[in-house]
């Protein structure tokens, strides 16, 4: 995943997910029921915990064959994948609601605001509220 530069909108969408990556063993990744049913999971229950364990028995693998399978399929393992929706829900949020960043982030499965703050300035090298003020529309 790629950090927005500044000014620079960050783009953590996944909703399609990729193909495997170049040079991945035929069979490696997940098949596309498993991802679809892996993905609607993770989509559902944003704002719980979310282990392993839950996403492997979505798929019906092991958590080590699940672990494997996900990252070849989407070039990224499973906790990377949960917060990327997380932080892109909290974007979601943040342009159509003028609910408070503590509100968002624990909408979004976030300890606190703090760890929204700290991962959103991670990712987008700017912090939530200014994000916030500089992508909504005027009188939004």
């Known amino acids: 995943m790629r950090s927005a530069g500044r000014g620079e909108a960050m783009s953590l969408s ?22 679809r049913r892996v993905a609607g999971f993770i989509e559902d229950r944003l704002s ?12 019906r693998l092991s958590r080590a064959q699940f672990f494997r399978a996900f990252t ?11 917060m990327a929706r997380r932080l892109r829900r909290a974007e979601m949020l943040m342009l159509t609601t003028s609910e408070p960043l503590s509100r968002i982030s624990a909408a979004c ?32």
């Open 14 to 35: 996944v909703s399609a997910p990729p193909a495997a990556p170049r040079g991945a063993r035929a069979g490696a990744g997940l098949a596309p029921w498993q991802l």
């Open 48 to 59: 719980e915990r979310i282990t392993v364990a839950d996403l492997a028995a979505q798929a």
């Open 72 to 82: 070849a399929t989407l070039g990224m393992p499973p906790h990377g994948y949960v």
């Open 109 to 140: 499965g976030l300890a606190d605001q703090a760890h929204l703050t700290r991962l959103f300035r991670c990712h987008a090298g700017t912090t939530p509220h200014r994000w916030r003020r500089r992508h909504r529309a005027p009188g939004g």
